[in-house]
């Protein structure tokens, strides 16, 4: 079996590669426009249904917050009326933000087709038993990213938005938030968590590769905690809940890496 895909192998010049990669670069390409092109048609009421949604009270955190807090009395703002009225001081701003998100959520929605293409390309040069381990990679990998995608959605950038929306220096400052600072923030934090959320993964590739032990988690792990507080800090608003509400999920995440990688 093995010398039979080595002979596949080298039956393929330098040219045919070339030309393999290039037809699963324009398979990536045309499927990430199929996606940003629904995500186009569609933006108006995903805006208003979903990135728009923590804008309100009426967003399905809040009210669960709400309801699990108000009887010990912790953090009754969470139950005050909140509401976010964007606004747009650009001419063109609105049609590049919903190009540029169309895009986005394209691109993070295809990715498991875009692995699946990257797989078929890559997987003629791989043995049995390295096969069973990318799918294993691309499959977890997924999953990672797409968790922290939810814990970015449902958990962070909701507090974080209401945090700094109802935040004043003063009384007499009242915050107008813009479109363009808006979708900054929420792209690049949800963003943020999904790639945060593949540590595990890494940390998995890198100790396959002989270049991580699990007895650097040992010696570190104290270390790791208070750098993950001061980073937990940074990414939410300056209040306990929110800066443990970001920190747990990373410190598991952590502690799944160490468990991962071999002694």
């Not at 002979?7 to 040219?15: D, G, I, K, P, T």
């Not at 540029?100 to 691109?107: N, V, Y």
């Not at 040069?125 to 990998?141: D, K, N, P, T």
């Amino acid at each position: 079996m093995i010398q039979e895909e080595n002979e596949q192998l080298e039956q393929m010049s330098f040219w045919d590669h070339i030309d393999a990669f290039r037809a699963v670069m324009i398979r990536a390409i045309l499927t990430i426009i199929a996606f940003s092109t629904i995500f186009f048609i569609f933006m108006n009421k995903i805006f208003d249904n979903v990135i728009l949604a923590p804008c309100s009270s009426d967003f399905i955190v809040y009210r669960k917050l709400c309801s699990a807090l108000a009887p010990i009395g912790v953090f009754d703002a969470l139950c005050a009326p909140f509401s976010i009225d964007l606004i747009n001081y650009n001419l063109n701003a609105q049609f590049y933000t919903h190009l540029s998100t169309s895009f986005w959520l394209g691109l993070i929605f295809s990715f498991p087709i875009l692995m699946y293409h990257l797989w078929n390309f890559i997987s003629p040069a791989l043995y049995a038993h390295e096969r069973r381990s990318v799918i294993y990679a691309f499959s977890f990998g997924n999953i990672l990213f797409y968790t922290g995608i939810l814990v970015g959605y449902f958990m962070i950038f909701p507090l974080t938005l209401r945090f700094f929306a109802t935040y004043t220096v003063s009384s007499l400052i009242e915050n107008a938030i813009s479109l363009e600072s808006y979708m900054s923030n929420f792209l690049s934090l949800i963003f943020l968590l999904g790639l945060a959320f593949e540590l595990p993964l890494l940390c998995k590739l890198l100790s396959a590769m002989g270049l991580l032990k699990r007895r650097f988690f040992s010696q570190y792990r104290k270390h790791a905690i208070v750098a993950l507080m001061i980073l937990a800090a940074i990414l939410t608003p300056a209040d306990p809940f929110s800066m443990l509400l970001l920190f747990f999920p990373l410190w598991l995440l952590f502690e799944l890496s160490a468990f991962l990688v071999k002694d």
